[in-house]
């Protein structure tokens, strides 16, 4: 679970720069994004695994090819729904609509995987989305009059910061909104495919095959997509763009070897819970780079996503000993227990009897 958390940073450093490049004029494309990420992940990933001396660096393990192609199509649906929605929403908005995606994995881990879950584990990944909802007060639950700090010193000037937990900007109609929600949530179902693969790969394949599986499909599809819409390809103009794209690029390579690693590690639906830190780190940037000091809605559900991760990576399941056991072992101690439990009884009849003798 702490793969997961450390990845989180990464994640939430890269979209600071994703929603940056979404503001500036002109505005690069959604496919441009996922195609810049996937080059420098698959670059590094591929080079790693030659000097590593990683068997099959291009298509994985045979017996988990098939796992991996579907762990590549999953993840483009999630890359595309988020980079898409951060283009119409706000980051807190599109963050709140990301994470539906650990609470559906909790119940396709235990549908597909036969992953024991508790009612405690459930409810701690229900307090964290109220804890997510608190921080990022989508207007569609608390009103287009709630307080939302800005994150851009200048919020008139185009591509001066993220919004971290800004308003969208007023050239956002509502039918694109609606749009990018549908979009958000057809990406959390691709992060929930991609957990569930994940974790049904295991150690079968080594991380990086799951990354280049993931990273070649997306370069492929984004390249075709550019190609078909006649893209136009914006340049970076400016040295601050450039370590932008690099930004983006490196922290998205380093946030999927650690999410990999933790869901090998990890039952699917406990390690998940541990995404919500990624709104924790968002407030945490805000606070470093554009000094916006969060309301107190914002530090309850801060609070309350760290103490339901602390709650989840602390508890263990009761029934995860049990499950290890074979059920010869299971026959045997049920047996020593049912004898034990006879000689206890046989033992108490004695000295019953003694007594008795005595008494007499």
Known sequence: MLFVAASMAFYASMNLAVKELSGIDPPVSTMQLIWIRMTIT???????????????????????????????????????????????????????LTFLAPILTTFTGSMFLGERFSWKQVAAGFCSLVGV????????????????????????????????NGAMTSQVTASQRLGAVGVSILGALGATGVYTIIRAIGTRAHPLHNIVAFSSQCVIVSTIAMLAMRTKIVLPTKLEWLALFLMIGFNGFFAQVLMTMGLQRQAVGRSTMAVYIQ??????????????????????????????????????????????????????????????????????????????????
């Open 42 to 96: 698959w670059l590094c990933s591929v080079c790693y695994m030659y000097f590593a001396k990683i068997p099959d660096p291009f298509l994985g393990p045979k017996g988990v090819r098939l796992l991996l192609a579907f762990r590549g199509v999953s993840g483009f649906l999630g890359l595309f729904g988020v980079y898409y929605s951060l283009q119409y929403l706000s980051l807190a908005d599109a963050t709140v």
């Open 133 to 164: 909802i608190l921080i990022a007060r989508p207007p569609f639950l608390f009103g287009s009059t709630a307080e939302v700090p800005s994150a851009s010193p200048d919020p008139g000037e185009a591509g001066s910061g993220p919004a971290l």
């Open 279 to 360: 709104v924790v780190y968002a407030i945490i940037f805000d606070q470093i780079f554009f000094h916006a000091k969060p309301p107190l809605l914002s530090i309850l559900g801060t609070a309350i996503i760290v103490l339901s991760a602390i709650y989840v990576a602390l508890t263990k399941e009761e029934t995860a000993n049990r499950d290890k056991q074979s059920p010869e072992d299971l026959a045997l101690q049920e047996s020593l227990l049912a004898d034990q439990s006879d000689d206890a009884e046989e033992t108490l009849s004695k000295t019953h009897e003694v007594s008795q003798t005595f008494s007499v």
